[in-house]
């Protein structure tokens, strides 16, 4: 859970934080990393069942990916085990997508997290569930939050961090997968394949819960870990998402659809679009478009469902209401 | 009388201290690290030179040791390194820096600008800024867990006469900061007790530190250090990280003469022995040191974490 501060408060006087905030100058960022056409699909899955083997292995067949011997890393979102609550990544989900990028031919996937909020990291994994998929399917998992470090300028300059410290899984990882959880967040406005990446900065330098990026303006850190490690694919779990207070207290709210995209800006908006919220009025998505990736309807190519045209928007806290798609 | 679980953890971190000295967080890991090193050392398997040696000119000690010539910034693991030099080697000459440095050492919030900012703008989270203790890293917050550990390192410092009368401020108020930070039904969590008006849960292990830093105080009579108690028991009957289980019968073990576990401790123990069987629940170091020095508590009565008056 994060201990709000202003936003840029590092940046300097308090009073120009909002001003930064809006105003970002060009040149921000090291390199436009868009491609030129991202391609997403939309799945539908009803239940977490062995049933997503075959569901995330078809997805997957559809971006005739090059896997051939790479070591993939799936990042998906644990925070923390809140019984009766879904909170985190399903481990149903995690197992498919391990499984099916392995029967497509990787080398070898890893799953790794560094939860945000609880230390033991052994018990977030055992009390998720996921602790006994990756024993019957023989995957391994890295704490991110105690893995070696490297030391990776940042690709953008949104904090004043110039650097991070990030786990050498994930910088080696030929693939990383981020594979987030939908949900709305009381602080970001969405926490989807973006927000996921917070899970790589490890707490042993940055903290539990990684304070140091939320002095630095989560939003803004979101854009630096992104640029600077840009997941490769997303496999966003919206078969059961969350509204309203997210991370942790909303409620739960069936999507029954999981979202799959080469692209983690594509992901994010269509997430969004599914939530029926306005992704270009989400910060860090907005700003994500302008280099990270596609946020165009027009430079994405549907290769599953569409976005459903009736959307029921998510509920969502008071200061978010500016994010929802207005009734058509 | 050591136990053979205990002697097969310490002959598994012998085997994995790395040529250069320390240990590293994970098993496979080649970076050394503070704290699964200062556990190491508080377990006697690692020399005390060792630890010292890696201490940064300022007093601190970073959290991690990643490559020749980087140096990253102290932070909270400086406790850790200070309880484990003064436990094994309390006439070391880096101690008192240490402890100095982690007098100096506030979280953020004791800054009257941002003190103001949370009490009138930024007041989602309930907490009273009013009450500071100890940051994770520089210029951030202070949290439950490197509150606590600072505040047994300078009692423990105090204890040896290394720290001046002046600390006795900066404990009151640390105490105060985490009782402020305490989750209404008892138990901590990393220091959120309340956000957009909901309760939040407590965590086994910050609860179990946080206890760790009260033992002994006026506090241990303060009704929520009863519920903490309470929740300390009741969230380790099922708990499945070892982890969260050794930090928690370091805590019952320091509070036995307070609140007599005697049982608690005795089916937490065989709990604990189940969980490291597996080993992918050990491959964290600082697991299987805390694990090791938990063990030893129960059996040999030598805790390091307990501050004896």
Same mark, same amino acid.
């Given at each position: 859970?994060?201990?709000?501060?202003?936003?840029g408060?590092?940046?300097?006087l308090a009073?120009?934080?909002?001003?930064?905030?809006?105003?970002?100058?060009?040149?921000?960022?090291?390199?436009?990393?868009?491609?030129?056409?991202?391609?997403?699909a939309?799945?539908?899955?009803?239940?977490?069942?062995?049933?997503?083997?075959?569901?995330?292995?078809?997805?997957?067949?559809?971006?005739?990916l090059?896997?051939?011997?790479?070591?993939?890393?799936?990042?998906?979102?644990?925070?923390?085990?809140?019984?009766?609550?879904?909170?985190?990544?399903?481990?149903?989900?995690?197992?498919?997508?391990?499984?099916?990028?392995?029967?497509?031919?990787?080398?070898?996937?890893?799953?790794?997290?560094?939860p945000?909020?609880?230390?033991d990291?052994?018990?977030?994994?055992?009390?998720?569930?996921?602790?006994?998929?990756?024993?019957?399917?023989?995957?391994?998992f890295?704490?991110?939050?105690?893995?070696?470090?490297?030391?990776?300028?940042?690709?953008?300059?949104y904090?004043?961090l110039?650097e991070?410290?990030?786990?050498?899984?994930?910088?080696?990882?030929?693939?990383?997968?981020?594979?987030?959880?939908?949900?709305?967040?009381?602080?970001?406005?969405?926490?989807?394949?973006?927000?996921?990446m917070?899970?790589?900065?490890?707490?042993?330098?940055?903290?539990?819960?990684?304070?140091?990026l939320?002095?630095?303006?989560?939003?803004?850190?979101?854009?630096d870990?992104?640029?600077?490690?840009?997941?490769?694919f997303?496999?966003?779990?919206?078969?059961?998402?969350?509204?309203?207070?997210?991370p942790?207290?909303?409620?739960?709210?069936?999507?029954?659809r999981?979202?799959?995209?080469?692209?983690?800006?594509?992901?994010?908006f269509?997430?969004?679009?599914?939530m029926?919220?306005l992704?270009?009025?989400?910060?860090?998505?907005e700003?994500?478009?302008?280099?990270?990736?596609n946020g165009?309807?027009?430079?994405?190519?549907?290769?599953?469902?569409?976005v459903?045209e009736?959307?029921?928007?998510?509920?969502?806290?008071?200061?978010?209401?500016?994010?929802?798609?207005?009734?058509? | 009388?050591?136990?053979?679980?205990?002697?097969?953890?310490?002959?598994?971190?012998?085997?994995?201290s790395?040529?250069?000295?320390?240990?590293?967080?994970?098993?496979?890991?080649?970076?050394?690290?503070?704290?699964?090193?200062?556990?190491?050392?508080?377990?006697?398997?690692?020399?005390?030179?060792?630890?010292?040696?890696?201490?940064?000119?300022?007093?601190s000690?970073?959290?991690?040791?990643?490559?020749?010539g980087?140096?990253l910034?102290g932070?909270w693991?400086?406790?850790?390194?200070?309880?484990?030099?003064?436990?094994?080697?309390?006439?070391?000459?880096?101690?008192?820096?240490?402890?100095?440095?982690?007098?100096?050492?506030?979280?953020?919030?004791?800054?009257?600008?941002?003190?103001?900012?949370?009490?009138?703008?930024?007041?989602?989270?309930?907490?009273n800024?009013?009450k500071?203790?100890?940051?994770?890293?520089?210029?951030?917050?202070?949290?439950?867990?490197?509150?606590?550990?600072?505040?047994?390192?300078?009692?423990?410092?105090?204890?040896?006469?290394?720290?001046?009368?002046?600390?006795e401020?900066?404990?009151?108020?640390?105490?105060?900061?985490?009782?402020?930070?305490?989750?209404?039904?008892?138990?901590?969590?990393?220091?959120?007790?309340?956000?957009?008006?909901v309760a939040?849960?407590?965590?086994?292990?910050?609860?179990?530190?946080?206890?760790?830093?009260?033992?002994?105080?006026?506090?241990?009579?303060?009704?929520?250090?009863?519920?903490?108690?309470?929740? !300390? /028991?009741?969230?380790?009957?099922?708990?499945?990280?070892a +982890?969260? *289980? =050794?930090? $928690?019968? %370091? @805590? #019952?073990? &320091?509070?036995?003469?307070?609140?007599?576990?005697?049982?608690?401790?005795t089916?937490?123990?065989?709990?604990?022995?189940? !969980? /490291?069987?597996?080993?992918?629940?050990?491959?964290?170091? +600082?697991? *299987? =040191?805390? $694990?090791? %020095? @938990? #063990?030893? &508590?129960?059996?040999?009565?030598?805790?390091?974490?307990?501050?004896?008056?």
């Amino acid at each position: 859970m994060n201990r709000r501060v202003f936003t840029g408060a590092a940046a300097g006087l308090a009073g120009g934080a909002v001003l930064l905030k809006t105003q970002m100058p060009p040149g921000v960022w090291a390199k436009d990393q868009r491609p030129v056409r991202s391609r997403v699909a939309i799945l539908t899955a009803t239940a977490y069942s062995d049933k997503l083997d075959e569901i995330v292995y078809d997805g997957l067949r559809l971006f005739d990916l090059n896997l051939r011997g790479k070591t993939i890393l799936l990042k998906p979102n644990l925070v923390e085990y809140l019984p009766g609550v879904e909170v985190n990544t399903n481990p149903w989900l995690v197992g498919a997508a391990a499984d099916a990028f392995l029967r497509l031919g990787a080398g070898k996937v890893i799953v790794g997290e560094g939860p945000g909020h609880q230390r033991d990291t052994q018990l977030v994994i055992a009390e998720s569930g996921l602790e006994r998929q990756l024993k019957d399917r023989r995957i391994a998992f890295v704490d991110l939050n105690r893995d070696d470090l490297v030391r990776v300028k940042t690709r953008s300059a949104y904090t004043n961090l110039h650097e991070l410290w990030l786990p050498r899984s994930v910088v080696s990882a030929d693939i990383v997968v981020s594979m987030p959880k939908v949900k709305t967040h009381h602080w970001a406005g969405v926490t989807l394949s973006m927000k996921n990446m917070f899970g790589i900065v490890p707490g042993a330098v940055y903290g539990w819960p990684k304070n140091v990026l939320h002095w630095q303006g989560i939003e803004r850190s979101i854009l630096d870990v992104c640029a600077t490690l840009r997941p490769n694919f997303v496999i966003a779990d919206g078969i059961v998402a969350m509204e309203g207070n997210g991370p942790l207290h909303g409620s739960s709210r069936a999507l029954h659809r999981i979202v799959l995209a080469d692209d983690p800006v594509a992901a994010d908006f269509t997430c969004a679009r599914m939530m029926g919220l306005l992704p270009e009025k989400i910060y860090h998505l907005e700003q994500g478009a302008r280099f990270l990736g596609n946020g165009a309807v027009e430079a994405m190519q549907l290769l599953g469902e569409s976005v459903p045209e009736r959307i029921e928007p998510f509920s969502v806290l008071p200061q978010f209401r500016h994010l929802l798609r207005p009734a058509t | 009388m050591q136990s053979p679980l205990h002697s097969r953890l310490r002959r598994i971190l012998l085997e994995r201290s790395l040529n250069t000295g320390g240990w590293s967080y994970l098993a496979d890991g080649q970076q050394s690290a503070t704290e699964p090193t200062a556990l190491a050392t508080l377990a006697h398997c690692g020399r005390p030179e060792d630890l010292a040696r890696t201490q940064n000119v300022d007093g601190s000690w970073p959290s991690v040791h990643p490559e020749a010539g980087a140096e990253l910034p102290g932070g909270w693991s400086t406790s850790l390194a200070a309880i484990a030099l003064l436990r094994t080697s309390p006439a070391d000459p880096r101690i008192p820096r240490a402890l100095q440095w982690l007098c100096n050492s506030r979280g953020i919030e004791s800054h009257w600008l941002w003190r103001w900012k949370f009490k009138v703008a930024d007041t989602q989270v309930a907490f009273n800024p009013d009450k500071y203790g100890w940051s994770w890293a520089a210029g951030t917050a202070s949290w439950v867990i490197p509150t606590a550990f600072a505040l047994l390192a300078l009692r423990i410092g105090a204890q040896h006469g290394l720290v001046n009368s002046g600390v006795e401020e900066r404990l009151r108020i640390g105490r105060e900061m985490l009782m402020d930070r305490a989750c209404p039904q008892g138990g901590w969590n990393a220091g959120n007790s309340r956000v957009f008006g909901v309760a939040l849960e407590p965590h086994i292990d910050a609860t179990a530190i946080a206890m760790l830093a009260l033992q002994g105080t006026a506090a241990q009579n303060d009704g929520l250090v009863s519920r903490s108690f309470d929740q !300390l /028991l009741v969230r380790t009957r099922q708990c499945r990280g070892a +982890s969260s *289980l =050794a930090w $928690s019968l %370091l @805590a #019952l073990h &320091a509070w036995r003469q307070h609140s007599r576990p005697a049982g608690e401790i005795t089916e937490r123990v065989a709990q604990l022995e189940r !969980l /490291l069987d597996s080993s992918e629940r050990i491959v964290d170091n +600082s697991t *299987l =040191a805390v $694990s090791a %020095l @938990a #063990l030893d &508590a129960v059996t040999s009565d030598r805790n390091p974490f307990e501050v004896r008056r």
